[in-house]
């Protein structure tokens, strides 16, 4: 194993968060405080609790999860796209480290930079709305499963990814569709029957509805079908990763 | 000795159906400087791409140090440094940081006191703090041979160092290279300026079509096939050889101004007294004469024109 590597890619892409604080901290933060004036206080103050949740605090889990694959998704693809769009990459390539090392540096520092965004915006909440935790473990289960998922998951589109247009497609037009259509903003028991039934086909879904759960009890699904999709979509990623490092797809043909 | 790299019958067929290398062997001896002279797509860069492990071979292969790229790549990549042709560089990353960044990959441990001699030797040490975009082409040039130097090599690969580089620059970096090499370490170079090659190389391979057309000691390479010339400038022009000196395969160039005459400089005589004196016979008066050997330029133009 070599662990200096990973601790130098891992440190490094870390800095880059620190050059890019304002565009990578702040503004989550400021967008959070919108959702939940517009949401929280303007709307929010017509709609009677869920489930006997304020709706207010019922949306934070799904703000975070919106925000954290948004963000994961976008650190991963981001942290190995730049090197092959700028050419450094061959750096990385003809290194004394193997593809799980250099996975383990780019993933880890996408889902670090996920998880520290995903913990303000939580910080952020409770300043609008009273939050009580049920299952903490549960709810880093997901927490942090969810991270390492999506930031692979990045990875891999980074990897595929041949311009900045295919880079940025599955982040802005599949996932804002999957997050907001996945009851972040609402219980899937107010959707007309058919529509419930639809999505139930949406993975995003079995995320929140799991992460709302370790916060109230209240799930849209059964949090073990929650636990089993991620675990599943966590599996295809890594699948996926391994074949690709097999073939070198992308990377050294 | 064992040679530090040796490369057997190594082929690369891009998935566009480009055959990049046909199945090349060379073996690269510990502590020499080798020149791989080709023209532009000969597979210079792709054969350097799979020795460093950028590039999957399609066939072959290769050991550095006497393991195995593929296999224990973490023993060969760990030997290597490399220094490609693309400026290649992390905008906003400072020259400290990037260098020290590629010590990591390497898997060493932080050693600013290595670090600092590198920037030094390269005169980037005034530079360190700066942002690489802040930094010009040549600047740049020799922060990717810092990043190169950065984990102590022992195989150095410059793929096209001088390309883009002033004059002053150039002659720096060659004393580098000189240091690198006293120091025991191997370096292999390509280059289009085939009189760097000619100054710097103990070595030249040559390789056009994904195939090497030769291997030879640089010396000896110019001694089998360079030529001598001389040239005789003629105070009067004249309007054919005259048939006295029909022996000696006499060329007449310039108006009859001047006369040339081809001779093999490893030969034992190579004939030129006698010429003098049969011009002299002749009643041929002289203006100037000078000779010429052909450079490494022209002979690799040779090899390269006849393998096409």
Do not use: F, L
């Given at each position: 194993m070599n662990i200096e590597a990973v601790k130098s890619i891992y440190f490094f892409e870390m800095a880059r968060t620190r050059r890019t604080l304002l565009q990578s901290v702040v503004s989550p933060v400021i967008s959070t405080s919108l959702y939940f004036i517009v949401f929280g206080a303007a709307i929010g103050a017509r709609i009677q609790e869920i489930d006997g949740v304020s709706y207010g605090a019922f949306i934070t889990p799904g703000l975070m999860m919106l925000t954290l694959l948004t963000q994961c998704i976008g650190n991963g693809s981001f942290g190995i796209y730049f090197p092959k769009f700028t050419g450094t990459i061959y750096e990385v390539l003809s290194s004394p480290i193997s593809m799980v090392e250099i996975v383990l540096g780019y993933v880890g520092a996408a889902a670090t930079k996920g998880l520290m965004i995903g913990t303000i915006i939580l910080a952020t909440a409770s300043l609008f709305v009273d939050l009580s935790i049920a299952h903490p473990f549960v709810m880093l289960f997901f927490f942090v499963l969810t991270a390492i998922t999506f930031s692979l998951f990045g990875f891999i589109i980074g990897i595929w990814a041949k311009d900045f247009e295919q880079l940025n497609l599955i982040p802005m037009l599949v996932v804002p569709p999957l997050v907001f259509l996945g009851g972040s903003f609402y219980s899937i028991d107010m959707l007309p029957p058919f529509w419930r039934a639809i999505s139930h086909f949406n993975p995003v879904l079995y995320l929140i509805s799991g992460f709302r759960w370790s916060f109230f009890?209240?799930?849209?699904?059964?949090p073990v079908a929650s636990a089993a999709i991620i675990l599943v979509f966590l599996t295809i990623c890594m699948s996926v990763l391994t074949w690709i490092f097999r073939t070198g797809y992308k990377l050294r043909n | 000795m064992a040679p530090i790299v040796s490369v057997s019958n190594l082929s690369k067929t891009y998935a566009s159906g480009f055959e990049a290398l046909k199945g090349v062997s060379l073996d690269i001896e510990q502590g020499e400087i080798l020149a791989l002279l080709g023209p532009n797509g000969a597979g210079k860069t792709t054969m350097i791409s799979i020795i460093c492990g950028i590039v999957n071979a399609s066939g072959g292969h290769v050991t550095v140090g006497g393991h195995d790229v593929v296999r224990d790549f973490r023993q060969t990549r760990a030997m290597i440094g490399l220094v490609p042709q693309e400026l290649t560089t992390d905008a906003f990353e400072t020259v400290w940081n990037t260098v020290s960044f590629s010590r990591g990959l390497h898997g060493?441990?932080?050693?600013p006191a290595h670090i600092e001699k590198v920037l030094k030797d390269l005169s980037l040490w005034e530079k360190r703090n700066n942002m690489l975009r802040e930094l010009s082409g040549g600047m740049k040039r020799r922060v990717l041979i810092a990043k190169a130097l950065s984990h102590e090599p022992r195989v150095l690969f410059l793929d096209e160092p001088t390309a883009g580089v002033d004059v002053n620059l150039r002659k720096s970096m060659w004393d580098v290279v000189r240091g690198l090499r006293a120091s025991g370490v191997t370096i292999i170079l390509t280059t289009h300026y085939i009189e760097e090659a000619e100054e710097i190389a103990d070595r030249i391979a040559v390789i056009n079509g994904g195939e090497i057309l030769l291997v030879e000691e640089k010396a000896a390479l110019m001694t089998k096939l360079g030529r001598k010339q001389l040239r005789v400038d003629l105070a009067h022009p004249l309007e054919r050889v005259p048939d006295t000196l029909s022996s000696y395969n006499l060329t007449l160039e310039g108006d009859g101004h001047c006369l040339i005459y081809d001779y093999d400089t490893?030969?034992?005589?190579?004939g030129i007294t006698a010429l003098l004196a049969a011009l002299a016979e002749a009643g041929i008066r002289l203006k100037d004469i000078s000779t010429r050997q052909s450079s490494l330029e022209d002979i690799f133009v040779e090899i390269v024109g006849a393998g096409q």
């Open positions: 009890e209240i799930s849209d699904v059964n | 060493k441990k932080p050693d490893s030969a034992e005589r190579t």
